[in-house]
């Protein structure tokens, strides 16, 4: 079928990308779901700075590449095999399809699917291969797929692994956030974090994850929750969405703020280390942000042994994506995680170049298409 995308053809674009236009509206053709396949139409999807790492060059990948991960739709079409999700069905879309087989699966979410990560890597989807074309006949060319799911288009063909179900009654802008967003920030406190009653939970850098982290440790109720960012205006957001406390990095560390639970978000060694700093004695440091490969914090290894600390990162929150998302999902719909507070904009399909910018000025949480 023929569909509309955002296609990224070249990396480490120039800004700012509303001149540069490093993604370009192309109408692709897009295979009929194979074997343990869906076809979905995408309702909703985020904007979420893995996205901009690609376009900037932070984390390669193949290219041409359609772009976008975090999203939700409905289910329009089954291939083989698929016999636990209908037609009609909303689905959220995950950007680490678990394989289930290998030994990083039986890990309860700690290490990511060897075999996601490597189709992941090869812009396949993990049951191999690619769904998307350029041109016709002779001349057409195939179009890598982001993460496994390359959401920024009208429809996709995803393996049954990259998506969960949700309830009809989800919206889709929050359905989409559950995905990517809700379920790294969120994973990082609950499964890495791991934080006690009474446990005050700091978390550093408050963009998309930032907030979702926050939000899930104003749910524990646990202990206090502090947010931390050098943005003014996150730290009233952060403040309006139930955070106790909310200080710049510079009045954190001045003030001797420490907590048994701290969250980088950030993905910049600065943050890590404003992290590692706020971290209290015997307490432990959750990484959950994507700093470029070549990125370098500086630590003293003795704070590790004398203050008997923890440091762990937690990619895509330590998450087990079909067991993770209805917990959210329950949570939201009890009131108790307003997720839709973090949807900063809803914008068009050809908005995105402009949105780039937006995100990279740290002047939203999330931005979300709607089709």
């Known amino acids: 079928m023929r569909i509309r995308g955002a296609v990224l053809r070249s990396i480490g674009a120039e800004r700012p990308f509303a001149a540069s236009r490093p993604l370009e509206l192309v109408d692709l053709e897009l295979d009929a779901p194979g074997p343990g396949e869906l076809l979905v139409r995408i309702e909703a999807a985020g904007l979420c700075h893995s996205d901009l790492s690609v376009v900037d060059g932070a984390r390669p990948r193949p290219v041409p590449m359609l772009l976008g991960h975090e999203a939700a739709g409905i289910v329009e079409a089954i291939g083989a095999g698929v016999d636990d999700v209908a037609v009609g069905d909303r689905v959220v879309t995950t950007f680490l399809p678990r394989c289930g087989e290998c030994a990083a699966c039986a890990t309860d979410g700690r290490l990511p699917c060897e075999r996601g990560s490597a189709s992941n890597g090869a812009g396949e989807l993990l049951g191999g291969g690619r769904r998307l074309h350029e041109g016709s006949g002779a001349s057409a060319s195939d179009v890598h797929h982001h993460l496994g799911v390359s959401a920024f288009a009208t429809h ?9 179900p949700v309830g ?39 963009g998309g994850v930032g907030m979702a982290a926050l939000l899930a440790a104003v749910s524990l109720g646990v202990g206090r929750v502090i947010g931390i960012d050098a943005v003014p205006a996150k730290l009233e957001t952060a403040l309006a969405l139930g955070a106790d406390v909310a200080l710049s990095p510079d009045d954190a560390i001045a003030q001797g703020l420490r907590a048994p639970v701290v969250v980088e978000a950030a993905g910049h060694p600065k943050a890590f280390e404003t992290a590692f700093a706020l971290t209290a004695a015997g307490g432990t440091t959750v990484t959950v942000g994507l700093p470029r490969a070549d990125a370098r ?24 994506p079909a067991r993770d998302i209805p917990r959210y999902e329950q949570l939201w719909r009890e009131g108790r995680l307003p ?12 908005g995105l170049n402009e949105a780039l910018d937006t995100l990279a000025d740290g002047k939203a949480i999330r931005q979300v298409v709607r089709f």
């Open 156 to 164: 996709a063909v995803l393996d049954r692994r990259s998506v969960v």
């Open 168 to 206: 009809a009654d989800v919206p889709p802008a929050v359905a989409a956030v559950l995905g990517c967003a809700m379920l790294t920030g969120g994973g990082a406190v609950i499964n890495a974090g791991k934080p006690r009653e009474g446990d005050d939970i700091v978390i550093v850098g408050l």
């Open 297 to 320: 914090s500086s630590l003293s290894p003795l704070t590790f042994t004398a203050e008997a600390r923890t440091v762990i990162g937690s990619y895509l929150g330590s998450a087990v």
């Open 339 to 350: 997720v839709e507070a973090l949807v900063t904009s809803e914008i068009e399909l050809d």
